[in-house]
C-alpha cells in the first residue's frame, strides 16, 4: 500500500513556465489537499476538495489552480510560475473533509523557481 | 492572521529531559486540537489529538494538555530521546462543516545526547 505518492520528488523551474505536480492516493479518501511550507511559516493550505467533482480555496491560492476528476488523483498546477512560488509542497488526504480527520501527507515535492 | 501561533520556535533539549512546546488560538468554536510531527525530508505524520471535553491525553511519552479557558494547548514529550528530533506542528479547527485545519508555524525540536 503506497498510501499518498507525489511526483516529481524535486523540480527546478524557470520563471514564466507551467508546471503540475501530481498527487494520487489509494486510500480511496474523499477529501485531499494541497499545502505548501516554507521556513518561519509553517504549512500553508492552497487548495482542497471535500469529494471528487468538488475544489475549494485555501489560505494561498492565488497562482495555483486544481482538479479533482477522480478520488484518487488532485494535481496541482501553476499556470505561470514565480520565484515566490519556491517551495516544498505537500498533498494530503483524509477519510473525510472537514478538517477534524487524520490527514495523511505525502513526501513532498521541493520546487525551485528561478 | 495566524489562527493558531506556536512557540517557542525551536528548543533543544538534553536526552531524558522534558520538551515542551505551547500553542495559543483565538478562536472559541474551535473543537479539535491535533499535534503533527515531522521528520526531515518527510510529510508530516499525525501524532496525537484532543478534544475540549478532557484535559489531558497521553499516548506514551506525549501528552497534550489542554486548557479550554486559556484557549491554550500544549505537548509535552517525556524522557525525549534522540529519534524524537522533528518538526512538531500544533492545529485546531472546527469540526465538521467546511471547516479547514489551521496549523501553527512549526516547532523544531532537537534532542541531543
Known amino acids: 500500500i503506497a498510501g499518498i505518492t507525489q511526483a516529481p520528488t524535486s523540480q527546478i523551474l524557470a520563471a514564466g513556465r507551467r508546471m503540475t505536480l501530481r498527487c494520487t492516493q489509494d486510500?480511496?479518501?474523499?477529501?485531499m489537499y494541497w499545502y505548501r511550507q516554507d521556513l518561519g511559516l509553517g504549512l500553508r493550505l492552497i487548495h482542497y476538495?471535500?469529494?471528487?467533482?468538488?475544489?475549494g480555496k485555501g489560505e494561498v491560492p492565488d497562482g495555483y489552480s486544481v482538479s479533482r476528476a477522480n478520488t484518487d488523483d488532485f494535481p496541482l498546477t501553476l499556470a505561470s510560475a514565480v520565484p515566490s512560488q519556491t517551495s516544498v509542497y505537500f498533498c494530503?488526504?483524509?477519510?473525510?473533509?472537514?478538517?477534524?480527520?487524520?490527514?495523511?501527507f505525502g513526501p513532498g515535492t521541493r520546487l525551485t523557481v528561478l | 492572521q495566524q489562527q493558531v501561533k506556536q512557540s517557542p520556535q525551536s528548543l533543544i533539549v538534553q536526552k531524558g529531559g522534558i520538551s515542551i512546546i505551547n500553542c495559543a488560538y483565538e478562536?472559541?468554536?474551535?473543537?479539535?486540537f491535533p499535534w503533527y510531527q515531522q521528520f526531515p525530508g518527510k510529510g508530516p505524520a499525525l501524532l496525537i489529538a484532543?478534544?475540549?471535553?478532557?484535559s489531558e491525553k497521553k499516548e506514551g511519552r506525549f501528552t497534550i494538555s489542554f486548557n479550554k479557558s486559556a484557549k491554550q494547548f500544549s505537548l509535552h514529550i517525556m524522557d525525549s530521546q534522540p529519534g524524537d528530533s522533528a518538526t512538531y506542528f500544533c492545529?485546531?479547527?472546527?469540526?465538521?462543516?467546511?471547516?479547514?485545519?489551521?496549523f501553527g508555524k512549526g516547532n523544531q525540536v532537537v534532542v541531543i545526547p
Open positions: 486510500m480511496r479518501h474523499n477529501a
Open positions: 484532543i478534544r475540549p471535553d478532557v
Open positions: 476538495s471535500n469529494t471528487a467533482g468538488t475544489t
Open positions: 492545529a485546531a479547527t472546527q469540526e465538521g462543516g467546511n471547516n479547514r485545519l489551521a
Open positions: 478562536n472559541t468554536a474551535f473543537d479539535y
Open positions: 494530503a488526504s483524509s477519510l473525510v473533509g472537514g478538517g477534524a480527520d487524520e490527514q495523511f
